[in-house]
């Protein structure tokens, strides 16, 4: 079962805007991780979020948590083509990290 | 550091055939896992492992046969191909919240 989803599917922006994606899950968590894919590639880790925490940032990238709505999102601020990927949120909601659960992803393209 | 290599990059079989997708880290990472990845789809869980003897199934696990004989070694069999089977596979190894994946194996089921 898909336990994240994010929204939108698709989104197009030009260089230099923020791009924001969001992810909803079902059920309780211990942490939500992002996740980019580059068309061809495997996934990369992006950033981790705990439970607890409301907020993190990794240079351009702020993802918040919100357990009460069950739902996180990814901004990357001042976007480059080279951000032109997928993003996919994926949980840890059945397991550890050996077991997560992503969901379907924001395909993301960044128009120079 | 190769971290996690998956081969073949690409195959191509035919219906009933078998084979087997080969995963191997070198972190000595405890947690491995196999993922398969369709059109617009994210990644499904195939079967993971929590360390060399223990195997377990995931999401879509049938189909799939897995063993982890060693730390380094995750292999993923197909026991009879189906057309059913055409995906991306990764393979992924863990400790504690660090995950690293492989780059894919593009399979399509002829």
């Known amino acids: 079962s898909q336990q994240g989803e994010e929204d939108p599917q698709a989104l197009s922006i030009q260089e230099g805007e923020n791009a924001t994606m969001n992810c909803s899950y079902k059920?309780?968590?211990?942490?939500l991780q992002w996740y980019r894919q580059n068309s061809g590639r495997g996934l990369v880790h992006l950033i981790l979020i705990r439970s607890n925490e409301r907020e993190k940032h990794s240079g351009r990238l702020r993802v918040t948590l919100d357990t009460s709505k069950k739902s996180s999102s990814l901004l990357i601020t001042a976007s480059r083509a080279a951000d032109t990927a997928s993003y996919f949120c994926?949980?840890?909601?059945?397991?550890?990290?050996?077991?997560?659960?992503f969901g379907k992803g924001t395909k993301l393209t960044v128009n120079p | 550091n190769a971290g996690v290599t998956q081969t073949p990059k690409f195959q191509v079989l035919k219906t009933g055939q078998s084979m087997t997708l080969q995963c191997a880290q070198d972190m000595n990472h405890e947690y491995m896992s196999w993922y398969r990845q369709d059109p617009g789809m994210g990644l499904r869980l195939i079967h993971y492992?929590?360390?060399?003897?223990?195997?377990d199934q995931g999401e879509v696990p049938n189909g799939y046969n897995v063993s982890r004989s060693t730390t380094e070694d995750f292999p993923l069999r197909l026991l009879s191909a189906a057309p059913s089977q055409t995906s991306v596979y990764f393979c992924a190894s863990s400790w504690g919240n660090t995950i690293y994946f492989g780059e894919g194996s593009w399979l399509t089921v002829v």
């Open positions: 994926a949980t840890d909601a059945e397991g550890g990290s050996e077991k997560l659960v």
């Open positions: 492992s929590v360390g060399a003897g223990i195997t």
């Open positions: 059920t309780s968590i211990n942490n």
